[in-house]
Every structure is written in structure tokens, then in C-alpha cells.
């Protein structure tokens, strides 16, 4: 991390398409790839293609084909493209989801060899991958460590740029190869006809990488790394002897005697619970700081001063950005895509109002009156629908458009132990929702249309929390417990004791999970512990009166309320800044957007710089309850629930200033409660559910 990244330079463009440019991760052959803001200020990777290459048919046609493979395949295994287009300056570029992580080469490097578990791990995970790339009908043909980005989520496979589809003639001719010497099969080298056995191949490269940190096949010059991969015997030294039949076959000269992925999968099956190597230890730090290094770098709305940036925050993109030299392919980073530039979104989002659309609160788009139990969870946006608990019991779903007609019911779900969203909206299906049946099975419906995904006997009876690889919960004896979500097994079981010191009060705990690190908030205080492995991190002991605050996670940062809204770096719990509540008062739940956090206090809601916790306005709301909900925003607006207690209503203030939009209240007893999902904002209040325009 001692190589610096250069700033803008003067040739470099400052705008492309909705993207504003913050500086250079990294230039190869053919071109460069940009760290890139969008509307909202979330970081995208943007490749230029060199002007001169822009002019080339097949150099613009490699560009153009990465672009369509990508977007072909439906995986979360895969850097997803966000945006193409050219600049009106001629230049060619592509937006794609910012990675934050290292290479796996580098990892590697940086780390060591990974031990026999991680390696089937990696294995199993990118096998999986390049299913679904082939599925697609696609052949990656150039999968290496430089194109597999280490995240917190898992590994992600990028660079499409030789992509071919399965059916298609090969790209190359014999002595002509564009695939990284060392990694691509025999075939390949031989330019004959390259299918998805080539990226079996490939995959046993990579994986015998990753086990012993040598490479495979070796030569002094690139021919005789090719002959050594199309005569030689592959160099397995290091590579653990469990490993080596499955790489062996995987590393046969014959294709046809090279496992089938699906077979590959469950051969490198890692132990039942064995942790995720990106999920703990020094690579998952490492994954942390590049995160928290690149949202701080270039943020904010006004011009970006990258010349301000300092030397770390920069030399960590460097290790995080750069790209493979000498390998002429892009090295991708990722970031969540929803932002102004990235896709339009889904076709039920809706317009917003406006910000001038103040005074009055606006007609709702669609109120259904007992449409909920009176007792009901706040509202669950998932995929077009809205979820909540049905009058006679289960789930009801509405639609989000139109005049909110039921979409399906689910009798057999329990509401009240908690509900949880997992998936995109990419998914074939949706996203899934997750729930019990109320007697230890955790069920999993589809999102558009409530069918059964799967149910599995986990012993479940309240749900907490939920990220990318597994569902945390309570088991009907008051263990946490977690579930992989691909498996449907066991992960970890702890005693809810051994999580910190201190009393824990199994009917009032509030959970977040992100970045490797479930968060259990009870009235005592906070434990962090690894979502790997179910071991205790570090704990904060702050004991709350009332309802238990769920912390919030973001960028590498825990925010925790309570007696005083404390900042508190997820790593290992040290302090980042903390604001005590005035009196007896106490903080509310938090809801954090990139750059700002927004919390009820008092009788106060008020927005926060996320950096350092500075005040950047107050509104006198009303709030009587000792813990308010957290807020909901969308869009330019951000809403609370005002006198809880009494149930009186919610107000929405533009987030720009603070000033009070509109309020709402309506006659009833009973608590209100909201979520948003796509410019709309749900409110239940004495079981009536209403969908209400947002700024």
C-alpha cells in the first residue's frame, strides 16, 4: 500500500454521463478505470477506453461485448455493469459496481495461502459463479486472481472483455492469446475451441493459487509458460493433500475428463462450519479499510478536491483499484447501484412529489382499511408488494401500485418473531421474505408472488437479523443462532450469555449485521460478534430504560443510541465520537445515508454529519416516547412518528434543511408504524395501511 494513485489530470474528464470523477484507480492498456461519484454520491468504478483504442473496431467491439456479457448474467457472483455511453468528447465508457476489496492475487500476497477450508470455500463459491455464467450461455475464458475482487459478501468475478458464448468459435489463433498466460486451458493456448471445461481449468489454477501462493505453471518467458501448461505437469507444491484429486482433474489436459461444476460444487464442499476467510481475520480488516477508505475519498456534493485527499486514504485505493498490469484487463470495484446513475430502477417505483410539494400532507396513493392486524410489525416493502401481519393471522401482502389490491397470503408465517428481506430485485422472483411458521421452521417466500422457496427446521423462533450468507436469530431456548441461507444449516449456536457480560433479556433485543459483524443490542448494551464464526468481538456497556435502539451499521461504523449516540468503529468497537442525550432524555434508533445520520431526540428530530456526528439541523417534532422508531427516508424526505404514546401521527421534512413538509394524523389509538421501498412511504396505524408520496 505504498504506491500512490495520481489525482485527476488535466486530460482526464471531470464528468461522464451522471458521474462525476474523483480520481484515477488505475490505467492499463486500454485505458483507464475512474473512481466515480454518482447523484447520491456513492461510488462507482468508471473505464475509459483510450481514444485511440475507441477508434479500433475490435478493441470497441471487446468493450461493447464486455458490457452485454455482464449484464447477461444473473448471479451475485459477478461485478454487475451499471451504465455505458460515450462522452460528448468521444470517449467510451462503462460504469460498474464498485468492489471494495483487494484482488484475490492480492489477498493473497498481502495475507498468505489460505488454508484448506477457505479453499474449498472460494472454491464452492466460484464454482457456483461459473454456473452461473454459464447458464448464460458464456465462457469467462480469463479467470485468474486479478479478476476475482475479495468482498465482504464474497468473492465477485469480473472482466467479461473475452467472454464468448458457449456455443461461439474461439477469439484466438494459436500464438495470439489475450487470456493471462498460466490460466487458460490447453485449448485455449492451442486457439482451438474454448467451452466452459476451459474455465474448470482455470478455476484449478486459481484455487491451487490460492492454497499454496505459487504459481501453477512457471517459465521465464510466456512461451514457455505456455508449453508448460500444454505439455508440462501442473506444480501442486504447498497445495494441501485433500486438495490435490479434485485440482488434479480439474487441471487434465483432456477436457471432457474435467469435473462438471455442479460435481466440482459438491466435492469442494467446506466443512459445515467452517468460516468465510473474507469474513474474519486480517483479509476481512483489509476489506474494511479499503471500504471505509474509498467513502470517504472524493464524497460530498461540491467539487471534488482530490488533491486534498491524503496520501492513505489514496495509497488504499491504490491497492484496491489498480489494474492487473501487463494483463491488458480491468480490474472492477462495486458499489450498491442504486444510485441516480445507475439503472432506472423498478418499474413500480414511483415519481417524487417535488420539494416544493410543502404545506399540506398529500393524497396517499391507495388506504386500506383493516388491512393489518392492530398489533402488526411495521410495513415490509419486498419486491412490488408490501408485507404485514393479516387480521386473522399470517401474512398479507398488497400491491404497491394500482389501488393496492392483496397480491397473496401466507396463514402458515408467524409475523410476530420477526420479518426479514433478503435478494434483489434481480433474483428471478424477486427478493425472498423470511419468517417462522411459529414452530422452529424458518420459511422463505418469494417476494412477487409468496410461493415457498424453501423451509428449513432450524429450531427459529425470532428472527434479528439478516445479510448476504446467513439469517441470525433466537432458538426457541434463547441461544443466538445462525443460518446459512445457501444450505439452510447451522452455522454457529451461541448462549445468548457468552455473546457479552451483562443481562440480556431474550423478549427485548434489537440486531443489525453488515461488514462481518452482527450487532446485539439489549438493555445493558452492544455486542459485536463475527458472523463467521459466532465469536464475541467487543462489547459497549450502555443499559437503556424502555424499548432497546437498533444500532446502525455503515461503511465499517457501528452507531449505537441510547443514553448518548456513540460512533464506534465495527472492527473492534474503539470510539469515534459520542453525544450524550440532554437530561434524562435518550437517543432514538439512528437511520444513516451516506454521508448523514438522522435520530430522534427529545423532542427533536435532527440531522447529523455521519463523519463526526455534527449537528446539521433540528426540527421540533413532538416526541414524547422514550425511543421513537428510527426514521424512514426517501428520496428528499425524511419521516417520523411524533408522540408515539398517543398515537397522533408522522411528519415529513425535506433533507435538505430540515423544514417541516407536512404532517399527518388521523383519530385512533395505537402506535404508527413505517418503511419505504421506491420514492413511497407505508404507514399502519390501528391497522389501516396507507402508501403516501414522498418529496
Same mark, same amino acid.
Given at each position: 500500500m505504498d504506491r500512490d494513485v495520481p489525482a485527476l489530470?488535466?486530460?482526464?474528464?471531470?464528468?461522464?454521463? !451522471?458521474?462525476?470523477?474523483?480520481?484515477?484507480?488505475?490505467?492499463?492498456?486500454?485505458?483507464?478505470?475512474?473512481?466515480?461519484?454518482?447523484?447520491?454520491?456513492?461510488?462507482?468504478?468508471?473505464?475509459?477506453?483510450?481514444?485511440?483504442?475507441?477508434?479500433?473496431?475490435?478493441?470497441?467491439?471487446r468493450f461493447q461485448r464486455e458490457a452485454w456479457a455482464a449484464r447477461a448474467v444473473r448471479s451475485r457472483g459477478v461485478g454487475r455493469v451499471l451504465d455505458s455511453g460515450t462522452g460528448a468528447d468521444g470517449r467510451v465508457w462503462m460504469a460498474t459496481e464498485f468492489l471494495a476489496g483487494?484482488?484475490?492475487?492480492?489477498?493473497?500476497?498481502r495475507h498468505g495461502a489460505f488454508d484448506e477450508a477457505a479453499v474449498r470455500r472460494l472454491g464452492a463459491d466460484l464454482a457456483a459463479t461459473l454456473r452461473d455464467i454459464h447458464r448464460a450461455n458464456l465462457v469467462h475464458r480469463d479467470l485468474k486472481p486479478a479478476n476475482i475482487v475479495m468482498t465482504s459478501e464474497g468473492p465477485r468475478v469480473i472482466d467479461f472483455g473475452?467472454?464468448?458464448?458457449?456455443?461461439?468459435? &474461439?477469439?484466438?489463433?494459436?500464438?495470439?492469446?489475450?487470456?493471462?498466460?498460466?490460466?487458460?486451458?490447453?485449448?485455449?493456448?492451442?486457439?482451438?475451441?474454448?467451452?466452459?471445461?476451459g474455465d474448470v481449468f482455470s478455476l484449478g489454477v486459481v484455487l491451487a493459487f490460492a492454497a499454496s501462493a505459487r504459481p501453477v505453471f512457471t517459465g521465464e518467458e510466456v512461451a514457455a509458460i505456455q508449453y508448460h501448461v500444454v505439455y508440462g505437469e501442473p506444480d501442486l507444491t504447498g497445495v494441501p493433500q485433500a486438495l490435490r484429486p479434485v485440482l488434479e482433474r480439474c487441471l487434465s489436459k483432456d477436457a471432457d475428463r474435467r469435473p462438471g461444476l455442479p460435481e466440482l460444487i459438491r466435492e469442494l464442499a467446506p466443512p459445515r462450519r467452517a468460516a468465510r476467510p473474507w469474513l474474519t481475520g486480517p483479509l476481512a480488516a483489509d476489506i474494511a479499510a479499503r471500504t471505509e477508505a474509498v467513502r470517504q475519498s472524493g464524497a460530498g456534493r461540491g467539487e471534488p478536491d482530490v488533491t486534498s485527499l491524503s496520501r492513505r486514504r489514496f495509497t488504499t485505493l491504490a491497492a484496491g483499484g489498480a489494474v492487473a498490469a501487463g494483463a491488458a484487463a480491468w480490474w472492477l470495484t462495486r458499489g450498491d447501484g &442504486?444510485?441516480?446513475?445507475?439503472?432506472?430502477?423498478?418499474?413500480?417505483? #414511483?415519481?417524487?412529489?417535488?420539494?416544493?410539494? &410543502?404545506?399540506?400532507?398529500?393524497?396517499?396513493?391507495?388506504?386500506?382499511?383493516? #388491512?393489518?392486524?392492530?398489533?402488526s410489525p411495521a410495513p415490509v416493502p419486498v419486491h412490488d408488494v408490501v408485507a404485514v401481519a393479516a387480521p386473522g393471522g399470517g401474512l398479507a401482502a398488497y400491491r404497491v401500485q394500482g389501488a393496492g389490491e392483496q397480491a397473496w397470503t401466507e396463514p402458515g408465517a408467524d409475523p410476530a418473531a420477526g420479518l426479514l428481506v433478503v435478494g434483489d430485485a434481480e433474483r428471478e422472483?424477486?427478493?425472498?421474505?423470511?419468517?417462522?411458521?411459529?414452530?422452529?421452521?424458518?420459511?422463505?417466500?418469494?417476494?412477487?408472488?409468496?410461493?415457498?422457496?424453501?423451509?428449513?427446521?432450524?429450531?427459529?423462533? &425470532?428472527?434479528l437479523a439478516v445479510d448476504g450468507t446467513a439469517v441470525y436469530c433466537l432458538s426457541g431456548s434463547g441461544e443466538l443462532r445462525a443460518v446459512e441461507l445457501a444450505t439452510r444449516e447451522v452455522r454457529w449456536t451461541v448462549p445468548l450469555a457468552s455473546a457479552a457480560p451483562g443481562d440480556w433479556d431474550a423478549e427485548n433485543l434489537a440486531a443489525v449485521a453488515g461488514d462481518g459483524m452482527l450487532l446485539v443490542s439489549g438493555v445493558s448494551g452492544v455486542s459485536a460478534l463475527a458472523t463467521g464464526t459466532g465469536r464475541a468481538v467487543w462489547s459497549r456497556q450502555d443499559a437503556v430504560s424502555g424499548a432497546v435502539p437498533v444500532p446502525a451499521v455503515h461503511g465499517g461504523t457501528a452507531y449505537i443510541a441510547g443514553p448518548a449516540l456513540t460512533a464506534v468503529a465495527l472492527a473492534d468497537g474503539s470510539e469515534q465520537w459520542s453525544h450524550a442525550a440532554r437530561g434524562e432524555q435518550s437517543w432514538g434508533s439512528a437511520t444513516v445515508t451516506d454521508?448523514?445520520?438522522?435520530?430522534?431526540?427529545? #423532542?427533536?428530530?435532527?440531522?447529523?454529519?455521519?463523519?463526526?456526528?455534527g449537528e446539521l439541523w433540528v426540527l421540533a417534532i413532538g416526541f414524547h416516547g422514550p425511543? !421513537?422508531?428510527? !426514521?424512514?427516508?426517501?428520496?428528499?424526505?425524511?419521516?417520523?412518528?411524533?408522540?408515539?404514546?398517543?398515537?397522533?401521527?408522522?411528519?415529513?421534512?425535506?433533507?435538505?434543511?430540515?423544514?417541516?413538509a407536512w404532517s399527518l394524523a388521523r383519530p385512533g389509538a395505537g402506535e404508527w408504524r413505517m418503511s419505504g421501498a421506491d420514492n413511497r412511504v407505508f404507514l399502519l396505524h390501528d391497522g389501516t395501511l396507507m402508501a403516501m408520496p414522498v418529496l
Amino acid at each position: 500500500m505504498d504506491r500512490d494513485v495520481p489525482a485527476l489530470g488535466d486530460d482526464d474528464p471531470r464528468q461522464l454521463g !451522471p458521474y462525476r470523477m474523483v480520481g484515477v484507480l488505475g490505467a492499463g492498456g486500454m485505458g483507464k478505470v475512474y473512481l466515480g461519484r454518482d447523484g447520491s454520491d456513492r461510488p462507482v468504478a468508471v473505464k475509459v477506453l483510450l481514444p485511440e483504442l475507441a477508434q479500433e473496431e475490435s478493441a470497441a467491439r471487446r468493450f461493447q461485448r464486455e458490457a452485454w456479457a455482464a449484464r447477461a448474467v444473473r448471479s451475485r457472483g459477478v461485478g454487475r455493469v451499471l451504465d455505458s455511453g460515450t462522452g460528448a468528447d468521444g470517449r467510451v465508457w462503462m460504469a460498474t459496481e464498485f468492489l471494495a476489496g483487494p484482488t484475490l492475487g492480492e489477498a493473497v500476497l498481502r495475507h498468505g495461502a489460505f488454508d484448506e477450508a477457505a479453499v474449498r470455500r472460494l472454491g464452492a463459491d466460484l464454482a457456483a459463479t461459473l454456473r452461473d455464467i454459464h447458464r448464460a450461455n458464456l465462457v469467462h475464458r480469463d479467470l485468474k486472481p486479478a479478476n476475482i475482487v475479495m468482498t465482504s459478501e464474497g468473492p465477485r468475478v469480473i472482466d467479461f472483455g473475452i467472454a464468448r458464448p458457449e456455443y461461439g468459435l &474461439t477469439l484466438t489463433v494459436a500464438g495470439r492469446i489475450p487470456a493471462t498466460p498460466g490460466y487458460a486451458a490447453p485449448e485455449q493456448v492451442l486457439g482451438r475451441r474454448t467451452g466452459p471445461a476451459g474455465d474448470v481449468f482455470s478455476l484449478g489454477v486459481v484455487l491451487a493459487f490460492a492454497a499454496s501462493a505459487r504459481p501453477v505453471f512457471t517459465g521465464e518467458e510466456v512461451a514457455a509458460i505456455q508449453y508448460h501448461v500444454v505439455y508440462g505437469e501442473p506444480d501442486l507444491t504447498g497445495v494441501p493433500q485433500a486438495l490435490r484429486p479434485v485440482l488434479e482433474r480439474c487441471l487434465s489436459k483432456d477436457a471432457d475428463r474435467r469435473p462438471g461444476l455442479p460435481e466440482l460444487i459438491r466435492e469442494l464442499a467446506p466443512p459445515r462450519r467452517a468460516a468465510r476467510p473474507w469474513l474474519t481475520g486480517p483479509l476481512a480488516a483489509d476489506i474494511a479499510a479499503r471500504t471505509e477508505a474509498v467513502r470517504q475519498s472524493g464524497a460530498g456534493r461540491g467539487e471534488p478536491d482530490v488533491t486534498s485527499l491524503s496520501r492513505r486514504r489514496f495509497t488504499t485505493l491504490a491497492a484496491g483499484g489498480a489494474v492487473a498490469a501487463g494483463a491488458a484487463a480491468w480490474w472492477l470495484t462495486r458499489g450498491d447501484g &442504486t444510485g441516480a446513475g445507475g439503472p432506472a430502477g423498478p418499474p413500480w417505483r #414511483a415519481e417524487p412529489l417535488g420539494e416544493a410539494a &410543502t404545506g399540506s400532507p398529500p393524497d396517499p396513493y391507495w388506504t386500506l382499511p383493516e #388491512a393489518a392486524d392492530t398489533a402488526s410489525p411495521a410495513p415490509v416493502p419486498v419486491h412490488d408488494v408490501v408485507a404485514v401481519a393479516a387480521p386473522g393471522g399470517g401474512l398479507a401482502a398488497y400491491r404497491v401500485q394500482g389501488a393496492g389490491e392483496q397480491a397473496w397470503t401466507e396463514p402458515g408465517a408467524d409475523p410476530a418473531a420477526g420479518l426479514l428481506v433478503v435478494g434483489d430485485a434481480e433474483r428471478e422472483g424477486g427478493p425472498l421474505l423470511l419468517a417462522t411458521d411459529g414452530q422452529g421452521a424458518l420459511i422463505a417466500l418469494a417476494g412477487a408472488t409468496g410461493e415457498r422457496a424453501w423451509t428449513a427446521d432450524t429450531g427459529a423462533q &425470532t428472527l434479528l437479523a439478516v445479510d448476504g450468507t446467513a439469517v441470525y436469530c433466537l432458538s426457541g431456548s434463547g441461544e443466538l443462532r445462525a443460518v446459512e441461507l445457501a444450505t439452510r444449516e447451522v452455522r454457529w449456536t451461541v448462549p445468548l450469555a457468552s455473546a457479552a457480560p451483562g443481562d440480556w433479556d431474550a423478549e427485548n433485543l434489537a440486531a443489525v449485521a453488515g461488514d462481518g459483524m452482527l450487532l446485539v443490542s439489549g438493555v445493558s448494551g452492544v455486542s459485536a460478534l463475527a458472523t463467521g464464526t459466532g465469536r464475541a468481538v467487543w462489547s459497549r456497556q450502555d443499559a437503556v430504560s424502555g424499548a432497546v435502539p437498533v444500532p446502525a451499521v455503515h461503511g465499517g461504523t457501528a452507531y449505537i443510541a441510547g443514553p448518548a449516540l456513540t460512533a464506534v468503529a465495527l472492527a473492534d468497537g474503539s470510539e469515534q465520537w459520542s453525544h450524550a442525550a440532554r437530561g434524562e432524555q435518550s437517543w432514538g434508533s439512528a437511520t444513516v445515508t451516506d454521508d448523514r445520520l438522522y435520530a430522534g431526540h427529545g #423532542a427533536e428530530l435532527t440531522c447529523r454529519r455521519r463523519e463526526d456526528g455534527g449537528e446539521l439541523w433540528v426540527l421540533a417534532i413532538g416526541f414524547h416516547g422514550p425511543e !421513537p422508531q428510527a !426514521p424512514t427516508v426517501q428520496h428528499n424526505s425524511v419521516w417520523a412518528v411524533w408522540d408515539p404514546t398517543d398515537g397522533a401521527g408522522v411528519t415529513a421534512a425535506r433533507l435538505s434543511d430540515g423544514m417541516n413538509a407536512w404532517s399527518l394524523a388521523r383519530p385512533g389509538a395505537g402506535e404508527w408504524r413505517m418503511s419505504g421501498a421506491d420514492n413511497r412511504v407505508f404507514l399502519l396505524h390501528d391497522g389501516t395501511l396507507m402508501a403516501m408520496p414522498v418529496l
